[in-house]
């Protein structure tokens, strides 16, 4: 039994060749049950599973956040902080394009933390965080 449930989030791709050099190649996602138009991903123990679907998608909007538009809608995972910055430097030698590059936000302050996003080939957004302390996840 796991400590906390596992999500599951099914998100439209156009091209299940560039999702796989994605999620497990770049991100480094271990592969679960596929067939010709999906494949499962284990996303750190939740299940993300990319379809393909036809037509360009775009994103429901922007918010701002901190003097950055943040895409609207987004998922992500809360990391270490030293996975964060690994997965930051992996990114970065991919040539990713970020949408907003790593950066600290509420330093010293409750709830510190490091973020970063970015889209992943399809246009889906994805966002990154990691708390200098997990137990303020939800701190005010």
Known sequence: MTPRPAFHLAIPVDDLARAREFYGGVLGLAEGRSAEHWVDWDFHGHQVVT?????????????????????????????????????ADKLRAAGTDFVIEPY???????????????????????EFKAFKDESQLFAK
């Open 51 to 87: 379809h393909v679907v036809a037509g360009a998608r775009a994103e429901a909007g922007r918010n701002p956040v901190d003097g950055h538009d943040v895409p609207v809608p987004h998922f992500g995972l809360v990391l270490a902080v030293d996975d964060f910055h690994v997965l």
């Open 104 to 126: 600290q936000r509420f330093a010293g302050e409750p709830g510190e933390q490091w973020t970063m996003f970015l889209h992943d080939p399809a246009g889906n957004a994805l």
